[in-house]
């Protein structure tokens, strides 16, 4: 497979961070920073594409802030509704790949079952709605791309449920955790590494994958499902100081903004297009938790 220059944005997040390191033996890897591209400035974002000449880009960048959003819907949908489809407009012109990171947040999470690609989007919140204003924008203009919806995302970088629970277990006896709403954890490696594989699939010398055809959203996340006071229990289970974790309900603990209670996704479209399947969340935690031992 011939090195092909990819733009990163986003290199900083939790996902960006590690598609840095993952994607490096696929090309020559862009990741430039806040200071070269501003995603609440379209100029800015057709003037960076313009002069570097991508052949894929990568959009790992977002406004996840989801209670801020609440009070900061214009700077959430510039970055996260219009920015996405200003990449949209100068890949397809580009005539290269997009591949743009959604979220669980596009549903209201009142299924029982997992959510497919088909299911209705009805978004509770600023956040989700500026998720799916950016969905549409893609949609809208075609061309090559994938969006790829992942949910309560965590990881050894950035800020996240994870490192927050390992934080707060040094300094507290107790911790309070939600224990009603449902969903599967996702480490972001696992997001990047499969990235990653759906890369080059596309552009290996004997792939006849015809993108154009592929284009389109598909769920990405780690397999079964649990909630954030069992996930808090699995990630302290073997940690040195041990504090008490108690159940509480979402009704007990308002924010600003609303949570959907079921937002398990169903990843089989994914895995029948391109055979890749990611380990269920608990055994995706073990392998991030013993990555973190040996890094120290």
């Given at each position: 497979?011939?090195?092909?220059?990819?733009?990163?944005?986003?290199?900083?997040?939790?996902?960006?961070?590690?598609?840095?390191?993952?994607?490096?033996?696929?090309?020559?890897?862009?990741?430039?920073?806040?200071?070269?591209?501003?995603?609440?400035?379209?100029?800015?974002?057709?003037?960076?594409?313009?002069?570097?000449?991508?052949?894929?880009?990568?959009?790992?960048?977002?406004?996840?802030?989801?209670?801020?959003?609440?009070?900061?819907?214009?700077?959430?949908?510039?970055?996260?509704?219009?920015?996405?489809?200003?990449?949209?407009?100068?890949?397809?012109?580009?005539?290269?790949?997009?591949?743009?990171?959604?979220?669980?947040?596009?549903?209201?999470?009142?299924?029982?079952?997992?959510?497919?690609?088909?299911?209705?989007?009805?978004?509770?919140?600023?956040?989700?709605?500026?998720?799916?204003?950016?969905?549409?924008?893609?949609?809208?203009?075609?061309?090559?791309?994938?969006?790829?919806?992942?949910?309560?995302?965590?990881?050894?970088?950035?800020?996240?449920?994870?490192?927050?629970?390992?934080?707060?277990?040094?300094?507290?006896?107790?911790?309070?955790?939600?224990?009603?709403?449902?969903?599967?954890?996702?480490?972001?490696?696992?997001?990047?590494?499969?990235?990653?594989?759906?890369?080059?699939?596309?552009?290996?010398?004997?792939?006849?994958?015809?993108?154009?055809?592929?284009?389109?959203?598909?769920?990405?996340?780690?397999?079964?499902?649990?909630?954030?006071?069992?996930?808090?229990?699995?990630?302290?289970?073997?940690?040195?100081?041990?504090?008490?974790?108690?159940?509480?309900?979402?009704?007990?603990?308002?924010?600003?903004?609303?949570?959907?209670?079921?937002?398990?996704?169903?990843?089989?479209?994914?895995?029948?297009?391109?055979?890749?399947?990611?380990?269920t969340w608990d055994s995706a935690l073990e392998l991030c938790l013993q990555n973190k031992e040996i890094m120290g």
């Open positions: 497979m011939s090195l092909k220059t990819i733009l990163l944005i986003g290199a900083t997040g939790q996902v960006g961070w590690e598609l840095l390191h993952s994607t490096q033996p696929l090309g020559h890897v862009l990741a430039p920073g806040r200071n070269r591209i501003d995603l609440a400035n379209p100029d800015s974002i057709r003037s960076l594409i313009r002069e570097i000449k991508p052949a894929i880009i990568l959009n790992a960048a977002a406004y996840t802030a989801v209670d801020k959003a609440e009070e900061e819907p214009n700077l959430a949908h510039a970055i996260n509704g219009i920015a996405p489809g200003i990449l949209a407009e100068e890949s397809r012109r580009l005539k290269t790949l997009l591949i743009h990171y959604s979220t669980d947040y596009v549903f209201k999470g009142e299924h029982s079952q997992p959510y497919t690609e088909e299911d209705t989007v009805h978004p509770m919140g600023v956040y989700g709605t500026s998720k799916l204003a950016g969905e549409h924008a893609i949609q809208a203009i075609g061309g090559q791309y994938l969006i790829l919806r992942t949910a309560w995302v965590y990881g050894l970088h950035g800020k996240n449920f994870l490192l927050t629970m390992q934080r707060l277990a040094k300094v507290r006896d107790e911790l309070k955790v939600v224990n009603d709403q449902v969903g599967a954890p996702t480490w972001s490696k696992m997001i990047a590494q499969a990235t990653t594989q759906l890369l080059a699939q596309l552009y290996s010398p004997l792939s006849s994958i015809d993108i154009d055809n592929l284009s389109g959203i598909y769920h990405l996340t780690c397999a079964g499902q649990t909630n954030w006071y069992e996930f808090a229990k699995a990630i302290l289970a073997h940690a040195e100081k041990q504090p008490k974790i108690l159940p509480l309900s979402t009704a007990d603990y308002p924010t600003p903004a609303k949570r959907p209670a079921y937002s398990v996704l169903s990843n089989t479209k994914l895995a029948k297009r391109f055979g890749i399947t990611l380990p």
